[in-house]
């Protein structure tokens, strides 16, 4: 990530780990002084300069679109830098969203009269803007466009002392009108003479931004009636207009418009991005050794804790190169390195990086039979503030298994990492790593006596280039402690022989454990 993107929040725990030992690498370019304490707070995670970012932010993948008026200006997300400005007539582009790999813009005349809208669509590659469709006078100014299942949701505002006459309309796939609804009052004093600037459906809310205004507001359809219901506002980081989901992080896009900035935001909820990933040593399937590569798929979806297998720390094959150190300061992480095996002058382990200070750390042999490879549990210490759920202790186990067809080193491994964590059986704790064992394996069953998987259905990490098995796992415990967001294997099959695992997990504090 660029140094004109602040790394994402600073989280802190306090974890009371008996025996740990602690020594933790901080990485450069680390912030922490974006975090709202605020209930409720949106948290900025990192901002972007942009001077097209006047009305509204998009996000989808590697890039960041900020949207002017007139053009949207591509930007690279890692460097910052511009890379395109669209071409195409445009008069007033209010906001855009991401589908099918293009972006869709709200488009109006406003302010002249009669009021014209219509949708833009941008190819993103040859950056032409052209109308995908024209609405002509549908009775207000679009100003934002959005996707929901197979309909699309529209918003046609009225200005000043006709705001009340604000309007939200359901489509349905060939942009015929199914439903429309007004806003509560509520609603509408909050807009001074502006009007509604951006919408986007987030958690089966309808989240909607006013103008100039730093926060977002919850909105709900009724069961009955066509008046929408207020659900409460948000502070956010953003200065109202056009918002997006950001695919990355999870989060939303948006706008700092005095200051001309893309805006990068965190759902109030706590939410972890976890990602575990046998790395090969840095040695992809083509033969070719890049941590650059390694460090690429890992900021692709810039996770908050990693656990990485297969690291080598300044072994001759690998360049005598000090690999976790090496991607610290890729990954602008802290790091943490467990060696488990001398290796051709150096040592061959586990790390974990994590974007919040490593408190401390603890690296344990596991069980080695018949003269197998020495393999570790690396426990670690995560710092996150006083302002999460709870001040509960949470402990991360990073691990790698044993690989010979036989069982009975991985379950005695796992038997030594269940007893680790009985000593306080109601502590939120993660185990993320290399397991070495598919999910109906003797090892997986003993796991699941005391650890829940992230994924009910298997999810193939192996073998990279068309898998069929999962052997990578992220396990939770206790179940009340979190709720798991999302599971995916990332889409890449040429840095490594493993698919990196990604799950996204909500931590619930102990007044909402269930």
């Keep these: 990530m660029s140094d004109q993107i602040l790394i994402r929040v600073y989280w802190a725990v306090v974890l009371c780990t008996v025996g740990l030992m602690g020594f933790s690498v901080a990485s450069p370019g680390l912030a922490a002084d974006a975090f709202d304490t605020r209930t409720g707070a949106w948290r900025m995670t990192g901002v972007m300069a942009a001077p097209e970012a006047v009305q509204a932010a998009a996000a989808n993948g590697p890039f960041v679109y900020a949207i002017s008026s007139t053009h949207v200006a591509k930007y690279d997300r890692q460097s910052g830098q511009r890379i395109a400005v669209s071409q195409g007539e445009a008069r007033h582009l209010n906001s855009g969203f991401f589908w099918k790999e ?105 989240l909607v931004t006013g103008h100039d205004d730093p926060a977002l507001l919850r909105v709900a359809l009724p069961e009955q009636g066509s008046v929408l219901v207020d659900k409460g506002r948000q502070p956010a980081p953003f200065t109202g207009q056009g918002i997006a989901d950001d695919p990355v992080t999870g989060g939303l896009v948006g706008i700092n418009r005095a200051k001309q900035q893309v805006v990068f935001a965190a759902d109030p909820k706590w939410r972890l991005r976890l ?113 999460s759920p709870d001040r509960s202790n949470v402990r991360v186990l990073a691990t790698h298994l044993d690989h010979r067809p036989d069982d009975r080193e991985r379950v005695a491994s796992v038997r030594v990492m269940n007893d680790l964590i009985q000593a306080n059986p109601s502590q939120p704790a993660l185990l993320m790593g290399d397991l070495n064992a598919v999910p109906d394996s003797s090892p997986l069953k003993e796991l699941q006596s005391h650890w829940t998987r992230a994924n009910d259905q298997p999810v193939p990490t192996i073998p990279v280039e068309k898998p069929k098995h999962q052997i990578d796992y992220i396990l939770l415990r206790p179940t009340n402690r979190w709720k798991v967001v999302e599971t995916r294997a990332l889409d890449e099959a040429v840095a490594s022989d493993h698919r990196a695992f990604l799950t996204v997990v909500e931590f619930v504090g102990v007044d909402n454990a269930r």
Excluded at 105 to 114: E, G, L, T
Excluded at 138 to 148: E, P
Excluded at 368 to 384: A, Y
Aim: net charge negative; proline share 4%.
């Design 102 to 206: 293009r972006l869709y813009c709200a488009h109006s005349n406003y302010p002249k009269q009669p009021e014209q809208s219509q949708v833009k669509v941008l190819d993103v590659e040859s950056m032409q803007l052209t109308t995908f469709h024209d609405f002509h006078d549908f009775g207000g100014s679009l100003t934002w466009v959005i996707r929901l299942g197979d309909h699309w949701w529209c918003n046609f505002a009225h200005y000043g002392d006709a705001n009340h006459k604000t309007f939200l309309v359901k489509f349905d796939n060939d942009l015929r009108e199914l439903a429309r609804w007004t806003y509560p009052d509520s609603i509408i004093r909050q807009l001074g003479r502006y009007s509604l600037s951006g919408g986007i459906w987030h958690d089966g809310e309808l």
């Design 275 to 387: 990602l575990t990933y046998n790395i090969h040593h840095g040695e992809g399937v083509d033969g070719k050794l890049d941590l650059e590569r390694i460090a690429s798929v890992i900021r692709s979806v810039e996770p908050d804790v990693v656990a990485l297998q297969e690291v080598d720390r300044k072994v001759k094959r690998t360049k005598s190169v000090d690999q976790p150190e090496e991607l610290s300061r890729l990954t602008k992480m802290h790091v943490v390195f467990g060696d488990n095996i001398p290796l051709q002058g150096g040592h061959y382990g586990n790390a974990v990086l994590s974007r919040f200070p490593i408190r401390a750390s603890r690296n344990h042999r596991l069980p080695r039979l018949d003269e197998g490879e020495q393999r570790g549990v690396l426990e670690v210490e995560l710092d996150w503030p006083a302002s």
